[in-house]
Nanobody
Framework: QVQLVESGGGLVQAGGSLRLSCAAS????????MGWFRQAPGKVREFVGA????????YYSDSVKGRFTISRDNAKNTVYLQMGGLKPEDTAVYYC????????????????WGQGTQVTVSS
């Protein structure tokens, strides 16, 4: 089992920045690929980005590419989502998730999920 706890959400003005953190426990963190997803009211959960076990590979959805950066610190069992150039359409609950099998964007492949943290971007 893996427990994931997100933090760092909040209210920010358009154009601003925010960093989310996701702390993991319960399984060797370095064996897990990690992903970030988000879900706005009335919409399906969508992929934001993911990072490989070592942190050497990342990829992002087109909607956040160039504005968001994922990183991880395996010594601290934590993955981060640095968000910049925020837009009102980035408003959502953000979730981190862990994938035992490797790097991917499909929500169905992720085995463990955090409870989510709200990000609200005002215009």
């Amino acid at each position: 089992q893996v427990q994931l706890v997100e933090s760092g959400g909040g209210l920010v003005q358009a154009g601003g920045s925010l960093r989310l953190s996701c702390a993991a426990s319960g399984r060797a963190f370095s064996t897990l690929a990690m992903g970030w997803f988000r879900q706005a009211p009335g919409k399906v959960r969508e992929f934001v980005g993911a990072i490989s076990r070592s942190g050497g590979s990342t990829y992002y959805s087109d909607s956040v590419k160039g504005r968001f950066t994922i990183s991880r610190d395996n010594a601290k069992n934590t993955v981060y989502l640095q968000m910049g150039g925020l837009k009102p359409e980035d408003t959502a609950v953000y979730y981190c998730a862990a994938d035992r099998s490797g790097l991917g964007s499909d929500v169905r492949r992720y085995d463990y999920w955090g409870q989510g943290t709200q990000v609200t971007v005002s215009s």
